[in-house]
């Protein structure tokens, strides 16, 4: 049986969020400099992509460039910035034709002026879409997105806009980055690592976790649908017993 037919397609994860790694160790492997491994990268981005929004998928978010990142070689980083402009420029008509909205989290002002101008004419162009969300994580680092919030919540408290008795799960997911998405319910990461880097550290609280080997330049879309799989054949249980979600939570399961 193909491995698309083994997928329910009733009890797929609503958000699923992915680390890209790998990118210079493929490369390496085949001895080209790791700005090639990026390159091929970007045709991994679009078959998850494309494959995300026919099989249903409706949020998927990619760890495109970390905070951290920009310690790299500058001669990398550019190069990575200048991929982003044009990769947003060559697939925002293929976003559009496949109904996918782009959406940004991280620290946009951080990003050289020309990125920010066409990562913003593409979600302005796809604002309309209704399909796919897809989030792309740039100059993202989880801790500092948990630290400006909760400044954003202090300053409202000492405003008095705000009563600290009032700070809640609710209030808090409001002031994050991600606040008009749901949380993840399943993070994939590629090529071997077993670690989460600083991504999305509060919205993983109760994420499954699957991790391959697979570089990423490698990930297409029949390992999406094997990660979907492995998903589905988890129970999903939120602090209860087993017994008590054969009982009573059938969405849970």
Not at 35 to 64: C, F, K, M, P, W
Not at 206 to 230: C, G
Request: charge should be negative; charged fraction near 25%.
């Amino acid at each position: 049986m193909d491995i698309l037919e083994s997928i329910d397609r009733s009890k797929l994860p609503k958000h699923v969020a992915i680390i890209m790694d790998g990118n210079g160790r493929w490369a390496k492997e085949r001895g080209k400099d790791r700005v090639y491994g990026h390159h091929e990268g970007v045709l991994s981005v679009r078959d998850i992509v494309n494959a995300s929004a026919e099989i249903g998928i409706q949020y998927l978010t990619l760890y495109a460039f970390s905070a951290e990142n920009w310690n790299r070689p500058k001669a990398e980083v550019d190069a990575l910035m200048e991929l982003l402009v044009n990769t947003i420029r060559k697939e925002i008509d293929e976003l559009k034709k496949n109904n996918v909205r782009l959406h940004i989290i991280g620290d946009f002002a951080s990003l050289p002026e020309i990125c920010q101008k066409e990562l913003n004419e593409g979600m302005d162009m796809t604002a309309m879409n209704t399909g796919l969300n897809l989030v792309l994580a740039l100059s993202y680092s989880s801790r500092q997105e948990i630290v400006n919030a909760s400044k954003r919540i202090a300053k409202k408290v000492a405003d008095g806009t705000l009563k600290a008795e009032d700070v809640n799960e609710t209030v808090f997911n409001e002031h994050l980055y991600t606040s008009q998405f749901p949380d993840p319910e399943l993070m994939i990461r590629t090529s071997g690592e077993y670690r989460i880097s600083n991504y999305l550290l509060y919205q993983l609280a109760y994420a499954e976790l699957y991790f391959t080997s697979v570089h990423w330049p490698d990930f297409r879309k029949n390992n999406l649908y094997e990660a979907l799989l492995n998903y589905q054949q988890r129970e999903r249980r939120f602090g209860k017993t087993s017994e008590q979600i054969q009982t009573n939570s059938p969405q849970h399961v």
